[in-house]
């Protein structure tokens, strides 16, 4: 299958690393996986809780603003749609705010995201990945282990979470870090929506 670049992109075989701040160091004991919001109760997971959902395996392209596309990436991880079983979601429940570590804190780092657009394969919580020029391996601590969130390949990467720590459910849309500071709401390579303000997008 041939697939197509995104606009202003270019695709590398490399995996490339990009955050702010530093490195999550991951310790089971404290580590914990935390969906709040808009639910009728909200609930942490552990580490082990979180490890014994059901699997899915989905190979799903990455395309990162700052230009480059890695396509074919095959991940095992946790499907989105299996931690809904733990929360009975308020009515109208439109967003979702997936949260990361940013530099000691474990809720630093979030990107938004419809709530809809994440019921597939290919929205996924993971821990593992290969792809044509690599085995199965972990993802390393600085892709984000031990949990890292990978979104559908119709947002930019940066609404993939590192080192992953909860889901808070909204009624309506919140920009996270990256939207908050001039990026995209709604992220969509295939559109170009890399700035909220798209004469942005002409720098
Ligand atoms: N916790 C956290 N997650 C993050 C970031 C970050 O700074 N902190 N950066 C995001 C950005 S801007 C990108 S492009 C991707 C890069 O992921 P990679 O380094 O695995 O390629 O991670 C995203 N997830
Ligand atoms: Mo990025």
Redo the contacts with the bound molecule.
């Keep these: 299958m041939t697939k197509q670049l995104p606009p202003g992109q270019f695709a590398t075989e490399k995996?490339?690393?990009?955050?702010?701040?530093d490195v999550y160091e991951f310790h089971e004991a404290t580590w914990k996986f935390t969906l709040f919001g808009e639910v009728k109760e909200e609930v942490s997971l552990s580490y082990q809780q979180v490890m014994e959902l059901p699997k899915t395996i989905s190979t799903i392209d990455m395309h990162?603003?700052?230009t480059w596309s890695k396509f074919d990436t095959t991940f095992e991880g946790i499907a989105f749609r299996e931690f809904l079983r733990f929360v009975e979601l308020n009515p109208d429940v439109a967003y979702v705010k997936v949260y990361?570590?940013?530099n000691g804190d474990p809720f630093g780092?979030s990107a938004n995201l419809p709530l809809h657009a994440l019921m597939g394969d290919d929205a996924l919580f993971v821990y593992r990945w290969k792809d044509p020029h690599h085995d199965w391996q972990e993802i390393s601590p600085k892709?984000?282990y031990p949990l890292r969130f990978i979104p559908p390949a119709s947002f930019y990467?940066?609404k993939?979470?590192?080192?992953a720590t909860g889901i808070r459910f909204m009624k309506t849309d919140e920009p996270g870090y990256?939207e908050v500071r001039g990026y995209s709401m709604t992220a969509n390579p295939f559109q170009e929506e890399r700035f909220s303000d798209s004469t942005l997008s002409k720098l």
């Design positions: 995996w490339p690393i990009l955050h702010e701040g990162c603003v700052t990361g570590y940013l780092y892709h984000g990467l940066w993939g979470a590192k080192w990256w």
